[in-house]
């Protein structure tokens, strides 16, 4: 089995962000980027599958500028195999990022791609659904569990509800919620031998597909900030606070 | 030109959530059609007659729809959307499944966790975990939304008298097998539409603690949430997690219980009206967010505030 692993390159977590002051997006220069986090989860994912004898090769992609080959260094420092950047300066929509990364998979004929849920930029929770309807593979998305036997794959999915239980088949598109695993530190020499593994660039352009945005952003602002509060002395001040002055209770 | 509305619903009554979206394609047409895929769906549809704003239902009832999987139903969709200017669903988890399935098949590119809707072609999304907000346009010939079900309110599901038409069940070739759905049963008001949420986070160090702030949410009609921090530990739930992987909620009253408040955490509570939080530690960010602070031991304080309460009712009845 041979399960490619998409992964982002995004601001850091832990980043607070600042809105450019013409209003014209998030800034994004130097400022950290990081893996996307629940991608890191598809890229323990994968890695596990090829540590239990499951996955024979495993190939990460991002899709990106020069710089995302950092993200990829990471997925290999984290044992993925090989990786491949689809090299843009452009922002591409959830809808030509699946485009993508369906040309790819014509290519690497992957029998398993994992991905995270959603990008903690754009929070669009798109791109697997997309590429799993456009491949006509089986969706399984946000999913916490996962066990694949042969050619059956079972998944355990994250709902509103609580969990969903699915059973299904190779070839299949999964997105990764964040208590699927806990994805591994990358140890210094796997850093160093990451530097040794194969990174193919391809020039997105050479796939002949259509990334032109369908959507175009007008403005992007800060969101309203909220009134400073009061801290309160006891819990008798809070109770009275909110029956009288609040009136939530 | 028409509207169409995705129905989220567990195939005997509507979730709120799609009476929150039926409000927001109000601000589109005012000739809205209800979407209702599922099973054995005769009475659902005869009672959704009657939400206020809709001008006809369209079901499409078969045995195969009973557990919604996204694969049976996008195509379906796909199906009737030449007829709309908009197709809207709500961004739970089941519209979060679905839509962009029919953006794949119609070559449309989705807007998601749209927050308000300034025109037909133009609309308001947060991103980076709603710490900024984006206001996107587009002129694809359908608009394809999934809706922030707390953002709008919900729409009156009395008054109205929609029309019913049905739609063939068309199969599709399905590799995936329904094996079952673990949801937990509460007496509680549901998380996402909850007047009153009562979260707990790492603080309570256990599940067994949990259990104190259930009897501080019982005692105020509230919902139960937590952090992430509180469920990745095993505390509770998933279907409890707040926050920008987890579930949005926007209620008259958040308290936040041992929270520290990561930004993650924030971008699924902070449009609650009046927000509390209840913490040891003074630094932590969610005192940043909250209108009322309360720097103590949970462990002395929950307790304390059940007590008030009991008094307060007391002194009422």
């Known amino acids: 089995m041979k ?3 998409a992964v982002k390159r995004v601001v850091d977590y832990k980043v607070q962000i600042r809105v450019k002051s013409d209003n014209s997006g998030v800034e994004t220069q130097n400022v950290k980027m990081s893996v996307n986090p629940p991608d890191e989860n598809a890229i323990e994912e994968a890695v596990k599958l090829k540590e239990q004898g499951l996955a024979s090769e495993t190939v990460a992609v991002s899709i990106g500028d020069e710089k995302s080959q950092d993200v990829l260094r990471t997925s290999m420092a984290m044992g993925i195999d090989k990786s491949i950047l689809l090299k843009t300066q452009n922002t591409l929509e959830p809808l030509a990022v699946a485009k993508t990364l369906m040309k790819l998979i014509e290519k690497e004929k992957p029998d398993l791609v994992l991905m995270g849920k959603q990008a903690i930029d ?3 929770n798109q791109t697997g659904q997309i590429l799993s309807a456009l491949l006509n593979w089986p969706q399984g998305c946000f999913i916490s569990n996962l066990k694949i036997e042969g ?10 509800e609580g969990i969903e239980n699915l059973e299904t088949s190779l070839p299949a598109v999964l997105t990764c919620d964040l208590r699927l695993n806990t994805p591994r530190f990358a140890s210094l020499p796997n850093i160093m031998k990451a530097k040794k593994k194969p990174l193919d660039i391809i020039d997105i352009d050479s796939l002949g597909i259509d990334t032109t945005p369908r959507i175009k952003t007008l ?5 309203p900030k909220r009134k400073a509060g009061v801290m309160v002395s006891d819990v008798k001040e809070l109770v009275k606070k909110l029956k009288y002055e609040a009136k939530v209770i | 030109m028409a509207v ?3 129905a989220e619903h567990d195939n005997s009554s509507l979730k709120s959530s799609t009476l929150n979206t039926i409000t927001a394609a109000k601000k ?3 000739d809205i059609h209800l979407f209702i895929l599922g099973s054995n769906i005769d009475e659902l549809t005869n009672k959704s007659k009657d939400i206020h704003l809709l001008s006809k239902i369209i079901k499409c009832d078969n045995e195969k729809l009973k557990n919604f999987l996204p694969e049976l139903s996008a195509p379906l969709i796909s199906n009737l959307a030449e007829n709309y200017s908009h197709i809207l669903a709500p961004a739970s988890t089941f519209g979060k499944n679905l839509l962009p399935r029919v953006s794949a098949l119609l070559d449309i590119t989705q807007i998601s966790d749209v927050i308000d809707i300034v025109s037909n072609d133009t609309f308001v999304r947060p991103i980076y975990a709603g710490n900024a907000i984006s206001q996107v346009q587009t002129n694809q010939k359908i608009n394809l939304l999934t809706i922030r079900p707390t953002s709008f309110e919900k729409s009156e599901d009395s008054g109205g008298n929609a029309s019913i038409e049905e739609t063939p069940f068309v199969d599709t070739d399905l590799k995936t097998i329904f094996i079952n759905r673990e949801v937990s049963k509460s007496d509680r008001p549901e998380l996402g539409n909850a007047r009153i949420v009562v979260s707990g986070g790492r603080g309570l160090e256990n599940s067994d603690n949990f ?7 019982d005692k105020l009609n509230a919902a139960v949430g937590a952090s992430r921090a509180a469920v990745d530990s095993g505390y509770i739930g998933n279907e409890y997690q707040v926050g920008q992987t987890g579930k949005m909620v926007a209620p008259e009253l958040y308290i936040a219980i041992g929270i520290s408040g990561a930004i993650q955490h924030l971008a699924g509570m902070k449009e609650s009206k009046v927000i509390v939080a209840i913490n040891k530690d003074l630094e932590a960010p969610i005192f940043n967010v909250a209108d009322y602070g309360l720097s103590s031991d949970l462990f002395q304080a929950i307790p304390e505030i059940i007590k008030e309460l009991d008094l307060l009712n007391q002194i009422e009845s």
Request: aromatic share 2%.
């Open chain 1, 3 to 5: 399960v490619l692993v």
């Open chain 1, 122 to 124: 754009d929070d669009s």
């Open chain 1, 151 to 160: 050619n059956k794959v079972s998944i355990s999915r994250e709902i509103d």
């Open chain 1, 219 to 223: 403005k992007v602002i800060e969101p």
């Open chain 2, 4 to 6: 169409l509305v995705i």
């Open chain 2, 28 to 30: 589109l047409s005012d």
């Open chain 2, 211 to 217: 259990k104190l702030l259930y009897e501080l949410a």
